[in-house]
């Protein structure tokens, strides 16, 4: 029996090539993406994607044969189930179990598969259906995904979109194209190469004009919450990684509600004391600098690109090597302040901070990666070193009421009389001035300002004016109740448009910190004390135990006002008042990590060998730290390196040593006491070292370092992020481009002509190749003109040609067509007529027709299209 | 070589100048028509024959009159034999071709011929005979001969019909099939002549009449003959047959036409090109004729999807081809 097609074998490969493999390419993308959504562990998007192609393909060829769909799916959904049942029966083994699932899951994937092989083969409609589910899906993945950005919402419906239009589109080609026809395959090429090219048009006109749109979206839904559940008009002071580790936003937006966690982020040693030496002096710790407010979307921003004297020092503690320091000195030159400044240490022992965060109180300016004692180990996920330049003015302490402690009672007003020194800020840079007082110029920052102006009456000196700021926060009312109270959730305006920190500041009184640093920040800008938002982690001491250790939880992310006072720099100011729930930790504080180990040896370089019976570890070394002595060499030397006593680990976790392979990049690091004695001289290098240490050396520590790819693509993000696009210039330089390509587009016509022209004036002795260029030349000028020759022949058009023009355009159409089709040549009466016949044809149709008609019609490029194209 | 071919074009001169003649001649008769004057010499020239289709009264029959009256034949002193025949209903096979009777003298059956021995058919409304009928002419058109029992009668060695018909919606006609309007070379429309040469004709009615009387005798059968030899010598470009090849091809591909051209077809194509860069004083085949027998040597062999179609399709396909040609930069 001979089955009957129903698509020829050249609609099937069309089919397969065109319909089939962009759905697998979509499913294999949506498979990543779905069990990247539901955490599944085993992403076997590979596979799954695999089941799906198979299916769809075979299904595709199948069905193009004329069999029926209900039988012949009930076929193989009998002969699937039949495997399902023999293979439960078969396999007894405890992985058994898994593999019926897996067989399962092919079956599930399959038969979806089929189906829509059979609809894209039979179902004229189908493809609609099957768009419209997939965006379904896709709404439903997306509206349970925590964390809404506009790359996030882009990346889940831009390609399922895109898809849809394609295919619906290609699938209606290929059902009404003519296979028999000739140049098939160019008929669907040129028509899928016009649609990618109008589909790239509309995409990049989309991105360009929708930006902005796509950006605020982000804004307003984007953020992650501590409870990662709420979402909306709400913000929080930090972000949750995908590994679930934390770090300070970039940003921060004045929103309706606050969402605080209460879990341990991290703990810090920080060995900043009163010149007492005994108290604890408490600093900041901040992560980013907010220069810049949105006041279209109340949103505090970074400002990097624009920002004057940054010294916001911000490396990727992840990336270092173990031990070894990264330092940027200029962050210390661009504080601008030299008076009573010290250098000062803090180590932080991240529990939930993401691995390359880096926190550091102002003005940090070195990174040291730290090893975290192995007792530590389950605890404390990585450590690092900070060292910053830090003022003796600077404190923690300014709203909290140091009653009770004299030490602190002292410190307050010693520092305050210092501050007091500066009474104005001239001399500043005029760009440093001018950016750190910028305010938005309308009605509200000038009810701002009168209110600034109005505390600040009696206050003479900057640091005066700030302190009356704090008070008036912390004033009361005429009932004697607190003018300002604290709030997680101070609700918003009735008027959505209104400014939040106008109703902040003249109706609701209650806010949480941005609130007051806002508010804060705009009163002393307004009063021209240069000012910024800090934001990071509030510091508070409730440790007697361990003096110096400080704890925080995610409640204390927080915003703060930094002032600058020339000279000393900038200071830490936190108008928020009090939120009592904030200073009593969550949970009690747990021992502190000891103090940090005394290493000896750290080597940094390549894997050549991992030996995991013999636990030796063999290694290339570029860079050596000996006894706090740095070593580098040209070339690499070879290490060798017992690992036996050594943890090994990744940048969140500790991995088995066989999680080594040759090739990575790590860090050893080395406690042990062997080497204690060992000392380098001065003359020693690092090969004169490694003969005198023991071989195989043993070390405690091994750190894999990443490779700095993730970092790179980081690094473009943040250039993007930091040299906005002109869009002005864009816009120009797009608008001269599309002038240009129209002007060409314009002048093409007389291109032509001039060319045309040109060949047909050159007399090369050929007559009949002469007859040809003179007769091209002319019948392009005519049709150019509007003369078109539409249906009539060469002969016919000349007669009429010469009836309009009183040309002698037919005799000559004679002897061309002799020359052309004739096998005699031409008689030298007829050469001498071809010789004659141009130039007086061409005067005689300017005499005709009337310059600006000539000019007009030369700019109508369809008639050009009309003289090169084939009749439809 | 040279010799050959000078000699050649002083053979097409001569041609030439006869067809001039032969032409003009006509036009005294029949103003205005010059291209259907011309689509008939071609058709004569092309040794083929040629359907016109009109209604009446619109100059057909004295069109074959004159053009047989043109030809001094060996017949008669009247020109060239010019037969014509009405068709009718009732009209049998053996009125065309002749019968037997019995000649009570020799005691045996003689063969008396029927109108087809002549030189020039005028077979008037041809659609109005029965099918039998008809495919008894077109089968002679074909063979240029009669057989009758055993015995095979050869026609005249100029024989051309101008075979008539009227349009096939009127009534009381029978179409004739496809295959056998594939005999006819040209099928052309003979149309109403412009208001000021209507005009002339009414003014000079009885001199066209006298005109016809004292036709005069251009050209003896001989020179006829010759003429169509000397169409088989026009030049064709291979452009040209290439042409012929795609717009043959290319009615049986176009999906308004449910009957393309066939390959006979396109043969008889090229033979009449040939005739009518003749007729038009050329000795070789341009684009122009192409352009302007496409019409009259296709139409009547394609069936058309509809009525719309049959107004586009063909002008679709030649309007592609010319336009092709008209950009073609040959080797020079």
Known sequence: MRIGRIHSYKKVIAQLLLLALPTAALMYYDFWDANRFFSILQNDWLLQGSYFLAGLALSTVFYSYRFRFITTAAVLAVILLLAYKLLGALVVTEFGFLITIQFYIFCAIFCAAWMVGYGFSRARWFTILWSILLLVVQVLIVSKTAEIKATALIGAFLPVLAYAVYIIYTAELIRNMNEDGAGFGWFIGKRMIGFAVVLALLLAGTFTYFQQDFKAIEKEWGGMQPDYNKKGNSESMTKQDKDGTIKNKDQTRLTGSLNKGKRLVFVAKLDNFLPDGITPNPLYFTAYYYTKFDTLTQTFEMDTAHMPSNDLFKPDPSKIPLYFTRTDSTVIKNTHATLNRKVVNADVYKVLLSPSEYLAPSTAFSCQPIGVPREYQQQYASAYRAKMWVSDLNSAYFIYNPAGNKSLEDFQKQRFDILRRIKDFQGLDKTFYDYYTFMPNNEEYKKITALAKQITANAQTPIDKMLAIRNYFLSKDEFGQPLFKYSDNPGIPGIPSASKLSYFLFENRKGYCAYYAGATLFMLRALGIPSRLAAGFLTIDRSSKNPGWYWFYEDQAHAWVQAYFPGYGWMDFDTTIPDVNTQQASQPDQTPPLDMQQVYLVADGEVTNVDTVGKLVQMKVKNLLYHDQNYTTNTTLDLSTDASRATVSADTATVPLSALKKGMHITAASYAAVLKNIEATAKDSMLSIFKKIPNPVPVDEIKIIEKDEAKKLNKKEQLAASKPIDWVKMMWASLAAVATFILLLFLTPYFIWVYYNSRAKRNNGNARLAAFNKYRAASYYLNQLGYSRAMMGPQQYALQTDEQFGTRFSPFIAIYQKAKYSSSSLTPREEEIVAHFYNDFITQVDKNVPFKTRFNRFLNIYNTIGYFSQPK | ?332
Do not use: W
Request: hydrophobic share 40%.
């Open chain 2, 1 to 332: 070589m040279e010799a050959i071919a000078t000699e050649m074009n002083i053979q097409m001169e001569q041609a030439l100048e006869n067809i001039q003649k032969l032409t003009d001649n006509i036009e005294t008769v029949i103003r205005g028509k010059r291209t259907q004057i011309q689509f008939i010499l071609t058709a004569l020239l092309a040794k083929g024959h040629i359907l016109i289709e009109d209604n009446p009264g619109t100059g057909k029959t004295v069109m074959a009159k004159t053009l047989a009256k043109s030809i001094s034949g060996l017949h008669h002193a009247g020109g060239a034999d010019f037969k014509r025949i009405q068709f009718t209903p009732d009209l049998l096979p053996m009125d065309l071709i002749g019968s037997h009777i019995f000649d009570d003298i020799k005691k045996e059956f003689i063969f008396k011929k029927g109108p087809l021995f002549c030189n020039v058919l005028l077979a008037d409304e041809i659609n109005r005979a029965s099918p039998k009928v008809q495919s008894a002419l077109l089968e002679c058109m074909a063979e240029n001969q009669i057989t009758m029992g055993d015995v095979t009668y050869p026609l005249e060695r100029l024989f051309f019909t101008i075979a008539t018909q009227n349009p096939v919606e009127m009534e009381g006609t029978y179409p004739l099939p496809a295959a056998q309007l594939d005999r006819f070379f040209l099928k052309i429309y003979f149309g109403y002549v412009d208001e000021t040469t209507e005009l002339n004709i009414y003014k000079d009615y009885l001199g066209i009449q006298s005109n016809l009387e004292h036709i005069q005798q251009v050209l003896s059968m001989d020179e006829i003959l010759f003429l169509q030899d000397e169409a088989e010598k026009v030049f064709i470009h291979d452009e040209i047959i290439a042409a012929v090849r795609n717009i043959v091809t290319e009615t049986r591909r176009h999906p308004d036409i449910v009957l393309g051209a066939s390959t006979r077809s396109g043969i008889t194509f090229l033979k009449c090109l040939k005739a009518f860069a003749l007729v038009n004083g050329r000795t070789f085949v341009t684009e122009d004729d192409i352009q302007i027998i496409t019409q009259a040597v296709l139409d009547h062999r394609l069936i058309y999807r509809n009525r719309e179609a049959k107004q586009k399709a063909l002008s679709n396909i030649l309007e592609k081809e010319m336009s092709r040609l008209s950009k073609l930069k040959l080797e020079y």
